[in-house]
DNA sequence: TTGCGTGCAAAGGTTTTGCATGGCA
DNA sequence: TGCCATGCAAAACCTTTGCACGCAA
C-alpha cells in the first residue's frame, strides 16, 4: 500500500523497537528523545519528529492532539490492530485530564452508522470524546 | 450557573458582537486580531486569548483542536444550544476541513452509552468526530 | 475604592526547517 | 555513486505570563 523507499537506518529501527515494547501507551516526542539520551543512544528530536510523522504516515503510529499547546501522542499499533480486528477510542477529561482507552464494539456501530447515514467516514484514532470521568463527574 | 463576575469591557463586547455575526464559522484567535486591526480598533493578542478562553469556559463558544502546531478554532454557540433541548454533534473533515452539524438522535445514545457503561460523561460541545466527508472520502 | 481587565513585551513550549555531513542501497 | 537520513542549531509558531496601568462596578 505504500512502497516509499524507507532507509533501514539505527535510529528507525531503535525507535520502532522501543515503541513495540510499549503498546498501548501514549508516548510524546520528548518522552522518546529523553528515553534514549538516559540509554546512552541519544537520536535528535529532529530525527524523533521526522521519523514519528513517517511511522504516522505508514500506519505503523497513531497520533492523538489531545490539547493546544500540549505535545502530540504517539501509540504504536498493535499488528492485530491491522487486521480490522479492534478499534481504539479515546475518552479524554476535561477537569483532570485523564485519557481514557476504550475497546468498545457498541461504540463501532458509530462508524458504520455516520457511514451509512451521515455519509461520513470516520477516523477514531482521531477523534477524542471530551467529558468527565468517573471520578470528576461527581 | 455561573456566576462569576464579568467585567461588560468594551474589547469583550466587541468580541462576543462578532463572533455573534459569524456563528457555525471556525475563528482563529488570530483571525480575530486580524479582523479587529483592520477594521480600526485592534485588541492585543492577549486579551483576545484571555477573552476567547474565558468564554468557551461560560459555554458561549466551542473550543476545537484541529492538527498539533495549528491554532485553535473557536466557534459561536447559537442560543437555541443553550436550552439544551437539542444537543449538536460536529463533523470535521480531516481533508478539505468542512465543519458538518448534525442532529441525531442515534448518535445522542452515545452519551447514555458511555454513561452507562464506561461511566463517562460526554460533553457533545467539545466533541468533535474527525473523518472523510463524502467528497473526500471517494 | 477595589480588583478585574487590558496592553505590551517577553517567555514558554512544541514543532519545523536549512544546511552540511553521514550512511543505506 | 546517488540520494535519503541525521544532527545541530536556529527559526517559526501558537500560547501563556509578568507587570504596570486603566477602567468597570
Same mark, same amino acid.
Do not use: W
Given at each position: 500500500?505504500?512502497?516509499?523507499?524507507?532507509?533501514?537506518?539505527? $535510529?528507525? &529501527?531503535? *525507535?520502532? /523497537?522501543?515503541?513495540?515494547?510499549?503498546?498501548?501507551?501514549?508516548?510524546?516526542? %520528548?518522552?522518546? =528523545?529523553?528515553?534514549?539520551?538516559?540509554?546512552?543512544?541519544?537520536?535528535?528530536?529532529?530525527?524523533?519528529?521526522? $521519523?514519528? &510523522?513517517? *511511522?504516522? /504516515?505508514?500506519?505503523?503510529?497513531?497520533?492523538?492532539?489531545?490539547?493546544?499547546? %500540549?505535545?502530540? =501522542?504517539?501509540?504504536?499499533?498493535?499488528?492485530?490492530?491491522?487486521?480490522?480486528?479492534?478499534?481504539?477510542?479515546?475518552?479524554?477529561?476535561?477537569?483532570? /485530564?485523564?485519557?481514557?482507552?476504550?475497546?468498545?464494539?457498541?461504540?463501532?456501530?458509530?462508524?458504520?452508522?455516520?457511514?451509512?447515514?451521515?455519509?461520513?467516514?470516520?477516523?477514531?484514532?482521531?477523534?477524542?470524546?471530551?467529558?468527565?470521568?468517573?471520578?470528576?463527574?461527581?
Amino acid at each position: 500500500m505504500d512502497p516509499r523507499a524507507n532507509y533501514r537506518t539505527k $535510529q528507525r &529501527e531503535m *525507535l520502532i /523497537g522501543y515503541l513495540k515494547t510499549v503498546p498501548g501507551v501514549h508516548i510524546t516526542a %520528548s518522552d522518546v =528523545c529523553e528515553y534514549f539520551r538516559t540509554h546512552g543512544a541519544p537520536i535528535s528530536q529532529a530525527t524523533v519528529y521526522r $521519523q514519528l &510523522e513517517k *511511522l504516522v /504516515g505508514e500506519g505503523v503510529l497513531n497520533k492523538y492532539i489531545i490539547d493546544a499547546g %500540549s505535545p502530540a =501522542c504517539f501509540e504504536y499499533v498493535s499488528a492485530d490492530s491491522h487486521s480490522g480486528g479492534e478499534v481504539c477510542f479515546h475518552c479524554k477529561c476535561e477537569k483532570c /485530564g485523564k485519557l481514557i482507552h476504550m475497546h468498545c464494539e457498541e461504540l463501532e456501530e458509530i462508524q458504520a452508522h455516520l457511514s451509512a447515514e451521515h455519509h461520513f467516514k470516520l477516523d477514531p484514532m482521531r477523534t477524542v470524546f471530551y467529558g468527565l470521568c468517573e471520578e470528576c463527574r461527581i
